[in-house]
């Protein structure tokens, strides 16, 4: 049954008893968490903190912090790491978190990765350098050979990010086999969000050994049934138990691709924090950190119909 989420305002604290994963035997659903933020524009400790208990309690494998929908390059190094240690310190099990890391420069990344790592994260979600694009293969396979020199004995747990619509910076199937044979104890999978249903068919079938995660909660089941373990989406923000539905079953549901549709009518992550907030009948999660916008009512609005008849169908 779905939880409901629209009895307070202010999110509780979170529970602190540790949870078993729902699921031991594949990656499971890592909802791409939204970032709240305060007045001032300082990040939402609490918020954010209340948020990811909420998740993993209705079933989520793990929560990621920091990634594309989490705005995460709009965050310092500083920023991040404190919010990640306050989550653990709030009693979030380090288990169940995956940390985002987008950053162009070696040393940060690498120091995001090793504090990343040294905290207990289950994983660390690494994206390429995405300033200097059309950069060949071994440039990128250099670059992360660097990063992960510098992390040392501690790397492990690395989920290669492929999102060139964002980054400008695709991954190759030969640049994954390369970094997977020089660093086989290193690389966890790679998540996919180039959107490409065919593409990613091609990398499950080239690297089936990895743990192959989906971005696109459009094809998810279909993909899922042709052995990807999972995603990190940001759907699951919103409607965790229908995308949790489609992985488990194999089959995609015409009213994710619907909400998928409603939603990039707009600002795409402007959007999915502005619904979170609709759900949790809190419009503090709408405000998103510049440059990006933050929608209005009128525009949610809009959307919370196709979400609606998700949540409907869960709670049936």
């Known amino acids: 049954m779905l939880v409901s989420t629209r009895d307070t305002a202010r999110p509780e604290e979170p529970r602190l008893a540790q949870r078993i994963c729902a699921s031991t035997s594949r990656f499971g659903i890592s909802p791409a968490l939204v970032t709240p933020l305060k007045d001032d524009g300082a990040i939402d400790v609490q918020r954010l903190a209340a948020h990811a208990d909420d998740l993993l309690e209705r079933g989520c494998s793990s929560v990621t912090l920091f990634g594309t929908t989490g705005e995460g390059p709009s965050f310092s ?8 240690s306050a989550l653990v310190a709030a009693g979030l099990p380090a288990e169940r978190l995956v940390e985002g890391v987008i950053a162009c420069s070696i040393d940060e990344a690498a120091e995001s990765v090793g504090r990343a790592l040294k905290r207990g994260m289950r994983a660390v979600l690494l994206a390429p350098p995405f300033y200097f694009r059309d950069a060949p293969d071994e440039a990128i396979v250099a670059w992360y050979g660097a990063v992960f020199a510098k992390v040392g004995p501690g790397l492990r747990d690395v989920i290669l990010y492929h999102i060139p619509g964002m980054t400008g910076v695709p991954l190759s199937l030969e640049a994954i086999a390369r970094l997977k044979r020089a660093y086989p104890g290193a690389l966890l999978g790679v998540k996919d969000s180039a959107c490409d249903p065919e593409a990613t068919m091609h990398l499950i079938e080239a690297h089936g050994d990895l743990t192959i995660l989906v971005g696109d909660e459009t094809y998810l089941g279909r993909a899922c049934a042709a052995g990807g373990q999972g995603s990190i989406c940001g ?55 510049p440059p990006l916008p933050t929608v209005g009512p009128a525009a949610v609005r809009e959307v919370a119909p196709f979400v609606e008849a998700l949540r409907r169908r869960a709670a049936a």
């Open 77 to 84: 190094l500083a920023e991040r790491d404190a919010t990640a």
């Open 235 to 289: 759907l699951a923000n919103i409607v965790p138990e229908a995308v949790m539905s489609v992985m488990e079953k194999g089959r995609d549901d015409p009213r994710i691709k619907a909400l998928v549709d409603a939603i990039a009518r707009h600002p795409v992550i402007p959007m999915v924090k502005a619904l979170v907030g609709d759900v949790r009948n809190d419009p503090a999660w709408a405000r998103a950190c």
